[in-house]
């Protein structure tokens, strides 16, 4: 009859069950917040509670207390942040306006227009590099590059204030409604 | 003899009803070409009528024009690369009676209008990108005209396109069109005073979605089966009378007709049937709901975070929960129907002399933990909820609830199908001749 016998085993056995227990304690202590994949069909925005599409727009917060809010544009993001306690945040997530890889929004690119149409209107688009970002403000023949750490200081306005409608549309004493109209690039109605 | 005449008067019908019911196109690939030069040819304010035929290609309208065909139904525009089909850049133009089917630029309107007062008439767009976009164009309108999705009916409809899209675009009709199976049937993006008035929505995300936007006009309208059915968000001064939408209920995030950010809108007899939510109202402020009816939907009202609404006169019947609200104090709810309200009426005066109070327990549970959701309505929730009774005076109450109903106020039918009538007569005469053909064949029995 065979015994076991721990002793007879091979020292790169022993070596192997440290190592994976080692990864395991370390996984255990360690928090690594990953993004979710976006659902169009259950999805919707933490804010607005617009549909979230599954595009270059989608934001993602994964809370330390194990929650995943979803955001169909940057702004509602930012608004989520600036209403609610940053303590909660584990990791927010941005998306690559190409490729639609998920970026920690600390460490993404932005480009901002009024005219960029966004689900919210926020004008707010993310790249995961500065080239990226710059070489679509050259083809777009506008926009202005952030880094994250600028990006915090945008206003978050959408490209018409409810304020400003007041102005915009109106119908005068004479009865007569007036408009101003606002600038837009004749092509662009993607 | 009888029978073979039977034969032939049966293939003759046939013949003379196909010939009726199909359009009669010619293929004509030299005439893109053709239909440029015709209108470059064309006077300004003159009237061009276009030869029967399929036109293919791109085209740009430059001059104030009515464009229509030679003969109704007899003139296909067809995509051909991914620039809109017609392009009209100039104002006062007038387009009728056209069909137009763009298939190859997923990225491009089919119609795009830069003009102002331009007319779009008894049009047909089938389309894989956008329907019609109107883009800093004033005063045009959009009548009687037919936008379907024109992909594959796989393909889920947050990949598809828009079906009217306005932006920065003021004072624009739209009116009995029938928009089926797009992104948004409607969108209107910082265009005011716009009037949505009598279009049949099916199949699509939001019936009519409204961003930004000032004084429009929603009434009258019929949506079913679409994620919702009227998205209003960040608006003020909006109208939303008269419409019906209905089996808005597919998706987990559908409801009849979302509010939010909402200020001095009037939502008023308008039925909400059979829809997940009937009114989704969040982050709205003095707004009025008036006589509507909210019947068979999983929530008939959900409210978050709104103040100073006026409710009153509005029916919740048959739904599986009528109210459910967090965070909404301060509205005037008072005269309203609810069928789960078992009110006391000491003065007889048909209404309660009891509050009617919607518990926000589950509301602001479900905020916390949103898998508490499955939950909803169980025995041990309803406990909870008769237990939770803190800050009761700041919960949203009728303080004066109807005791009866009153009859629900009818909203005209609408067929969704255009197509109905055409195929419903057409069936009825083969099935007459197919039963005549049998009587008149049959074998006797011997």
Avoid at chain 2, 316 to 342: H, K, L, M, T
Wanted: hydrophobic share 40%; aromatic share 10%.
């Amino acid at each position: 009859m065979k015994h076991f016998n721990i002793s007879q085993r091979k020292p790169t056995v022993y070596l192997a069950i440290i190592v994976l227990v080692t990864v395991l304690f370390l996984q255990a202590c360690g928090i690594e917040y990953q993004a979710q994949a976006i659902n169009e069909e259950t999805d919707r925005c933490t804010v607005c509670n617009m549909a979230v599409n599954d595009d270059a727009h989608a934001t993602q917060i994964a809370t330390v207390d194990g929650k995943t809010l979803k955001f169909d544009d940057i702004g509602c993001m930012y608004k989520w942040m600036s209403e609610n306690d940053p303590k909660q945040i584990g990791m927010a997530f941005v998306r690559d306006f190409h490729d639609l890889s998920w970026l920690n929004y600390e460490e993404a690119t932005y480009v901002y227009d009024a005219t960029f149409k966004t689900p919210m209107a926020y004008g707010v688009l993310s790249f995961k590099d500065s080239k990226s970002a710059q070489l679509y403000v050259k083809e777009q023949g506008k926009g202005k590059v952030w880094s994250a750490e600028e990006l915090k200081n945008h206003d978050w306005k959408v490209n018409r204030e409810m304020k400003k409608m007041h102005n915009t549309s109106n119908i005068n004493m004479e009865g007569q409604k007036t408009h101003s109209q606002p600038s837009m690039p004749m092509n662009d109605y993607k | 003899m009888k029978r073979k005449k039977m034969a032939y008067l049966t293939v003759l019908m046939f013949l003379i009803l196909t010939s009726l019911t199909f359009p009669r196109f010619v293929q004509s690939e030299s005439r893109d070409q053709n239909l440029q030069l015709l209108l470059a040819d064309a006077k300004p304010n003159s009237i061009v009528y276009i030869p029967p035929g399929i036109y293919k290609g791109a085209f740009t309208i430059n001059k104030p024009l009515k464009i229509m065909p030679l003969q109704k139904g007899t003139v296909l525009l067809l995509q051909t690369n991914d620039s809109p089909v017609l392009h009209i850049k100039s104002n006062n133009v007038s387009i009728s009676d056209l069909q137009i089917t763009a298939k190859t630029g997923r990225n491009s309107p089919a119609l795009l209008v830069e003009g102002d007062h331009v007319n779009l008439d008894r049009l047909y767009v089938q389309t894989v990108g956008m329907g019609i976009a109107f883009r800093n164009a004033n005063h045009g309108a959009v009548f009687d005209t037919v936008i379907e999705w024109g992909g594959s009916p796989t393909l889920p409809v947050m990949e598809r396109r828009n079906g009217i899209d306005l932006y920065h675009s003021h004072d624009i009709l739209l009116i009995a069109n029938r928009i089926q199976g797009m992104f948004d049937a409607i969108y209107l993006e910082n265009s005011d005073q716009t009037v949505v008035r009598e279009n049949q929505i099916k199949s699509s995300r939001y019936g009519v979605h409204c961003m930004y936007t000032n004084g429009t006009v929603i009434e009258n309208n019929y949506g079913i089966a679409n994620i919702t059915g009227a998205m209003v968000m960040a608006v003020q001064n909006v109208k939303i009378t008269n419409n019906l939408f209905e089996r808005q209920s597919e998706n987990v995030n559908s409801q009849g007709i979302l509010l939010f950010d909402a200020k001095d809108t009037v939502v008023v007899n308008n039925k909400i049937e059979g829809n997940r939510v009937g009114f989704y109202i969040e982050q709205s402020f003095n707004n009025h709901f008036e006589n509507n009816d909210v019947l068979f939907n999983f929530i008939g009202i959900q409210m978050l975070e709104s103040q100073e609404n006026l409710f009153r006169g509005n029916q919740f019947i048959g739904n599986v929960v009528n109210a459910s609200s967090r965070e909404s104090e301060n509205n005037e709810i008072y005269g309203n129907y609810w069928d789960d309200f078992q009110g006391i009426d000491f003065d007889g005066d048909g209404k309660s002399d009891t509050q009617y109070a919607i518990n926000p327990f589950f509301q602001g549970l479900i905020e916390k933990r949103p898998a508490f959701q499955l939950l909803f309505q169980s025995p041990s929730i309803s406990f909870l909820e008769d237990l939770y009774q803190s800050n009761r005076s700041k919960w949203t109450t009728d303080r004066s609830a109807l005791m009866e109903p009153k009859p629900v106020t009818y909203v005209k039918g609408r067929s969704i199908d255009q197509s109905f009538g055409a195929v419903g007569f057409l069936s009825i005469i083969f099935l007459t001749f197919s039963c005549l053909t049998v009587y008149y064949s049959r074998r006797k029995l011997v």
